[in-house]
């Protein structure tokens, strides 16, 4: 695992540098979608689709927050019309107080795409202290590893979410 997880780091490093370095696979070429398909010439390539939205680093390429907060892309907030969407500014802080900084977990880019239904009850209980974190788990892809990683940014990206040193937590639960 842990042989995986450094591959996977040094695989961000080489990552493109700008928008216009930025490449994906034709669809043809994916290993996913069969070249034999007629229907597979009906769908939009990603290089199409993907080089007009904002740049990141690492994953597929794309910024989704920023795509999500220009306006470059606006989801459906719901399929049923009765769910009620409710977007969160608060942020929570996941601390552990070991060599690497706490977690900081953002509401606000999660809930703009997603019910709160979607994690709650099933992926975390919705009470402080009630959820054991586990890099193991999210690894394995469970817990945050249900998205990240799969359709998220990928979990090589360790200080976006490890952001917050344990000094200036410290500080913060002195006051």
């Known amino acids: ?93 996941v601390s552990k107080f070991g060599s690497m900084p706490a977690v900081v977990f953002p509401h606000r880019p999660h809930t703009l795409w997603l019910d709160c239904s979607n994690c709650h009850e099933k992926l975390f209980v919705s009470k402080a202290g009630a959820n054991r974190f586990s890099m193991q788990k999210i690894l394995d892809g469970e817990q945050c590893g249900v998205c990240h990683g799969a359709v998220a940014f990928p979990l090589t990206e360790c200080n976006r979410c490890h952001s917050l040193p344990n000094e200036v937590l410290l500080r913060r639960m002195r006051k």
Do not use: C, F, Y
């Open 1 to 93: 695992m842990r042989l995986l997880l450094a591959l996977a780091i040094v695989a961000t490093l080489v990552a493109p540098a700008a928008a216009d370095d930025r490449k994906w696979l034709p669809l043809a070429k994916d290993g996913i979608h069969d070249p034999a398909n007629p229907a597979l010439r009906l769908k939009q390539e990603p290089a199409e689709a993907l080089s007009k939205l904002p740049p990141d680093t690492a994953g597929n390429l794309v910024n989704w927050v920023r795509a999500l907060e220009s306006g470059a892309i606006a989801p459906r907030t719901n399929i049923l019309p009765e769910t009620n969407v409710r977007v969160r500014d608060d942020e929570i802080i």
